[in-house]
C-alpha cells in the first residue's frame, strides 16, 4: 500500500532563516506531488505540483521553492522565510483524481 | 475568483440531528468530486467522493447537481465524533479545495 511521509511534524523558525520540508512516497511510482499551505483559519492554497523528476509548477508566486531530485522525494525550500510564511505545510500525492496527504509541518516563523 | 465555495459555518447542532452542506463550483467541465474530512490541526482525509448518481456510505449521502454545479453531504444521526471541517473538493489534476465548513456537534 501507498504511504507518504512528511517531516518535522512542528517547526520554529527566525525571520530570515532558510527551510526545507521533506515528503516521501513509498509504495507507487511516478506520483503527481503537490505542497499545499493552510494559514490559521483559512482553506488549503496550493504552492507547487510535480508530475515528474525535476518538473516543478509554481501557482502562487512567493519566496518559497520546490524541488523533486527523485521520483518519489519532494522538497520545499526557502532562502530567508518572512512572517507571512507561518502556516501548516501539506505534502499530498496523486495516481488518477484523488489525493493523499502527509500528516503536515506546522511552521511558525517568529 | 473563487472556484469552489463553501459556507464556512459554523453548523452548531444536537447529538442525532440531520445536516447538510452544500457547495457550489464553477467549473463546469469538472469531472470529478470529493469530501474531505479535517479535524483540528490534521491533515484533511478523504471521506467519500461524489457521483452523478449519488453515494451514501452509512450516515453520510453525497449527490452532484451538475445542472446547478452544487455537491453536497448530507449528515443522518450526527455523532460527537463528526465534529470537524468538511471541505469540499473540485478533482482534478489541480484538485481545487473549498475553505470549509466547520461543524460542532453537541451532546
Known amino acids: 500500500s501507498q504511504t507518504i511521509h512528511q517531516w518535522p511534524a512542528t517547526l520554529v523558525q527566525p525571520v530570515g532563516s532558510p527551510l526545507s520540508l521533506e515528503c516521501t512516497v513509498e509504495g507507487t511510482s511516478n506520483p503527481n506531488l503537490y505542497w499545499y499551505r493552510q494559514a490559521a483559519g483559512r482553506g488549503l492554497q496550493l504552492l507547487f505540483y510535480?508530475?515528474?523528476?525535476?518538473?516543478i509548477s509554481s501557482e502562487v508566486p512567493q519566496n518559497l521553492s520546490a524541488s523533486r531530485p527523485q521520483d518519489r522525494q519532494f522538497i520545499l525550500s526557502s532562502k530567508k522565510l518572512l512572517l507571512s510564511d507561518s502556516g501548516f505545510y501539506l505534502c499530498?500525492?496523486?495516481?488518477?483524481?484523488?489525493?493523499?496527504f502527509g500528516s503536515g509541518t506546522r511552521l511558525t516563523v517568529v | 475568483r473563487k472556484e469552489v465555495e463553501q459556507d464556512p459555518g459554523p453548523f452548531n447542532v444536537p447529538e442525532g440531528a440531520t445536516v447538510a452542506f452544500n457547495c457550489t463550483y464553477s467549473?463546469?467541465?469538472?469531472?470529478?468530486f470529493f469530501w474531505y474530512r479535517q479535524d483540528c490541526r490534521k491533515e484533511p482525509k478523504l471521506l467519500m467522493s461524489v457521483y452523478s448518481s449519488g453515494n451514501e456510505d452509512g450516515r453520510f449521502t453525497a449527490q452532484l447537481n451538475r445542472a446547478s454545479q452544487y455537491i453536497s453531504l448530507l449528515i443522518r444521526d450526527s455523532k460527537l465524533s463528526d465534529s470537524a471541517t468538511y471541505l469540499c473538493?473540485?478533482?482534478?489534476?489541480?484538485?481545487?479545495f473549498g475553505a470549509g465548513t466547520r461543524l460542532f456537534v453537541k451532546a
Open positions: 473538493v473540485e478533482g482534478g489534476f489541480k484538485t481545487i
Open positions: 510535480s508530475v515528474g523528476i525535476g518538473q
Open positions: 499530498a500525492w496523486s495516481g488518477q483524481v484523488r489525493l493523499t
Open positions: 467549473n463546469s467541465a469538472s469531472q470529478s
